[in-house]
């Protein structure tokens, strides 16, 4: 059974960092599509950063970039979002998600390729 975890939410004030951290198990980890995903109160999900199994990384949102690094820890099974100079837009419900094996997934800002989701871990950025 594959079961996706999130932790590392919190809240923090404008400028702050938080590193979110997603455990994967049940899968071939390094075989898979992970990325990074989020849904803003009121508004519609959007994906933000994904990793490809070959090691590729696709950003989604010029917003994110220069403040959020993606990395991966195949011999842990661990995807990681490190988030620096945070701002109160970046206040989200972040979620983690895998797809695969290899090009039975893809990475998209849709998030239609991945198939397995972590239930999200809660960001909150004050002023």
């Known amino acids: 059974q594959v079961q996706v975890v999130e932790s590392g939410g919190g809240s923090v004030q404008a400028g702050g960092s938080l590193k979110l951290s997603c455990e994967v198990s049940?899968?071939?980890?390094?075989?898979?599509?992970v990325g990074w995903f989020r849904q803003a109160p009121g508004k519609e999900r959007e994906g933000l950063i994904c990793?490809?199994?070959?090691?590729?990384?696709?950003y989604y949102q010029n917003s994110i970039k220069g403040r959020f690094t993606l990395s991966r820890d195949n011999a842990k099974n661990t995807l990681y979002l490190e988030m620096n100079i945070l701002k109160p837009e970046d206040t989200a419900m972040y979620y983690c998600?895998?797809?695969?094996?290899?090009?039975?997934?893809?990475?998209?800002?849709?998030?239609?390729?991945?198939?397995?989701w972590g239930k999200g871990t809660l960001v909150t950025v004050s002023s």
């Open positions: 998600a895998a797809g695969g094996p290899r090009n039975a997934g893809y990475c998209s800002n849709s998030g239609n390729g991945m198939a397995y």
């Open positions: 049940g899968l071939t980890f390094d075989d898979y599509f």
């Open positions: 990793s490809a199994w070959s090691g590729a990384t696709a």
